[in-house]
């Protein structure tokens, strides 16, 4: 699928180029540049798919799966590098001002490539949210953006039109802030990935594996990674009567519990332990019963 975007995101990039240097518009151009990072994008998520759906391996025994959120975190660093080149062209723009030439051409390229990106966001956001990918839904919002900003290119040769010498420079100047809250949104969203910010609240987990019976008590639930690739553990308290046999069984039927309860989840954790009064949980923290390890 990144392939057929890759084609869509260049012809789109390519067609607002040719047309800004044209026409002198600087807001085409810059979106032009947005389009064009569209492209980098692609080409670094399909780089970092390839790599992230290999299975695991000696030296990566819990897979490759950061590769992607890497991946996501260098289409926020295009976004932001493409800030950087758009405001030197509209400095430029703002100490030689003057009126772009836009004909009919011009708003014929714009409707074409904002039909395009339409399309190309529909389809990435609905093959992110089946898949689960932050790749595609990153790249989905960057596309939005660049819908966004086609809009505004469209009104600023509206304006030129009728000679306003601003409308130009203020429309690159919202695809910017556009540019900077799509990367903002990306890197919170990889960061917090990478940070290995908590993805399960606790007290749901420990009410799941409560319903096991057999567990009486479960704490210390850590939850982490990507959506669709959720690292979980916890420890779940049993009669200290049971066999050992009996407990590893228990411990298999709380992992089947879980992963059936949360789909996203592809490891689980359960340390079985003793119900004896030193291996409870003494404090409630973050949300969840915590004992000492």
């Given at each position: 699928?990144l392939w057929v975007?890759?084609?869509?995101?260049?012809l789109?990039?390519?067609?607002?180029?040719?047309?800004?240097?044209?026409?002198?518009?600087?807001?085409?151009?810059?979106?032009?540049?947005?389009?064009?990072?569209?492209?980098?994008?692609?080409?670094?998520?399909?780089v970092?798919?390839?790599?992230?759906?290999?299975?695991?391996?000696?030296?990566?025994?819990?897979?490759?799966?950061?590769?992607?959120?890497?991946?996501?975190?260098?289409?926020?660093?295009?976004?932001?590098?493409?800030c950087?080149?758009?405001?030197?062209?509209?400095?430029?723009?703002?100490?030689?001002?003057?009126?772009?030439?836009?004909?009919?051409l011009?708003?014929?390229?714009?409707?074409?490539?904002?039909?395009?990106?339409?399309?190309?966001?529909?389809?990435?956001?609905?093959?992110?949210?089946?898949?689960?990918?932050?790749?595609?839904?990153?790249?989905?919002?960057?596309?939005?953006s660049?819908?966004?900003?086609?809009?505004?290119?469209?009104?600023?040769?509206?304006?030129?039109?009728?000679?306003?010498?601003?409308?130009?420079?203020?429309?690159?100047?919202?695809?910017?802030?556009l540019?900077?809250h799509?990367?903002?949104?990306?890197?919170?969203?990889t960061l917090?990935?990478?940070?290995?910010?908590?993805?399960?609240?606790?007290?749901?987990?420990?009410?799941?594996?409560?319903?096991?019976?057999?567990?009486?008590?479960?704490?210390?639930?850590?939850s982490?990674?990507?959506?669709?690739?959720?690292?979980?553990?916890?420890?779940i308290?049993?009669?200290?009567?049971?066999?050992?046999?009996d407990?590893?069984?228990?411990?298999?039927?709380?992992?089947?519990?879980?992963?059936?309860?949360?789909p996203?989840?592809?490891?689980?954790?359960?340390?079985?332990?003793?119900?004896?009064?030193?291996?409870?949980?003494?404090?409630r923290?973050?949300?969840?019963?915590?004992?000492?390890?």
């Open positions: 699928m975007i890759l084609g869509l995101n260049l789109v990039a390519v067609a607002k180029l040719l047309y800004g240097y044209r026409s002198g518009a600087i807001a085409i151009n810059a979106d032009g540049i947005h389009s064009l990072l569209d492209s980098s994008s692609n080409v670094i998520g399909i970092g798919i390839a790599i992230a759906r290999r299975p695991p391996d000696e030296n990566h025994p819990y897979g490759h799966r950061k590769y992607e959120t890497f991946a996501a975190l260098g289409v926020a660093a295009m976004l932001l590098f493409g950087q080149e758009i405001l030197g062209a509209a400095l430029d723009r703002f100490q030689h001002p003057r009126v772009p030439q836009i004909d009919a011009g708003f014929v390229v714009l409707g074409v490539t904002i039909l395009i990106n339409l399309g190309v966001t529909w389809a990435e956001r609905r093959e992110g949210r089946r898949l689960s990918s932050e790749l595609l839904l990153s790249d989905a919002a960057h596309t939005r660049d819908v966004f900003a086609s809009l505004l290119v469209l009104a600023s040769f509206a304006a030129a039109k009728f000679n306003i010498l601003w409308a130009d420079l203020a429309a690159a100047g919202v695809i910017v802030v540019i900077l799509a990367g903002i949104s990306i890197l919170r969203g917090s990935t990478l940070s290995d910010e908590r993805r399960l609240p606790p007290d749901e987990i420990e009410t799941a594996a409560l319903a096991e019976p057999g567990v009486l008590e479960a704490h210390n639930v850590r982490r990674g990507p959506e669709d690739d959720i690292h979980l553990d916890l420890h308290l049993v009669d200290p009567e049971s066999t050992l046999a407990a590893h069984l228990l411990g298999h039927r709380v992992e089947r519990r879980l992963r059936a309860h949360w996203g989840v592809t490891d689980v954790v359960v340390h079985v332990e003793p119900a004896l009064d030193s291996e409870r949980a003494r404090s923290q973050g949300g969840g019963l915590q004992a000492k390890d």
